[in-house]
């Protein structure tokens, strides 16, 4: 679905990516672990065209979307949900869901809020909250809710649990399998909780200093002895 090839980028002249090859297939959920600094949220932000490539190239379905602006990638079909400010905060929900398909005629745009709110009940009730107001984890169903709407085919969350409760993450991660298994959508997360989010992942990577330290299927990488003396604090990883 999208593919990395031998990614370099940064910031200016900071060069914070070192020839990364990653692959998201259709259909799955691929989770980038990591330890904090080593450029998971960059490559996120890459891929939707926010920092400096420096060589490399970003393929999706097959075509070259290394240089395509990130409104462009938007109606590709990718979105992109950064930690914090990934909804309108002076708008209500109810017109941040519209303003997410304000190119669908009417009929179609209720149909596919009706949708959203079936997945995500949670923000029923908030229509005409501001979302500057909601609480972090209704933000986060609202910020998914919103890339149903607009029918995104690839989801790229990074860090949607960060500050939340335990009980409030797990709902996430149930809501992340929900999108992949009834909705068909392709999930690319970077996650800092790095178990759980490999035991509902297909496939993971391990990102260490920029560069991709090991990649695997998501339940190998969990019992893989580096990952494993990594988080649990017990080695060092070179
Ligand atoms: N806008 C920016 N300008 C310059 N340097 C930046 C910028 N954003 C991040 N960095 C630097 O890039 C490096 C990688 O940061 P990044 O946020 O990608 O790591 P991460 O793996 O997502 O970490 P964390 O788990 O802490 O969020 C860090 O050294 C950080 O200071």
Known sequence: MIETKKLSAGYGKLQILFEVDVGVRKGEITTIVGPNGSGKSTFLKTLFGLTTIYSGKIYYKGEDITNVPPYQKTCLGIAYLPQTNNVFA???????????????????????????????????????????????GQRQFLAMATALVRKSELLMLDEPTAQLSPKLAETIFNKIVELRDDYGLTILLVEQNAKRALEISDRGYMLISGRVAFEGKARDLLEHEKFQSYFLGLVEVE
């Open 90 to 136: 002076n708008l209500t929900v109810e017109e941040n869901l519209k303003m997410a398909g304000y190119t669908v005629p009417d009929e179609e745009l209720k149909d596919r809020v009706d949708l959203a709110l079936s997945v995500f009940p949670e923000i029923q009730g908030l229509l005409k909250r501001k979302a500057g107001t909601l609480s972090g």
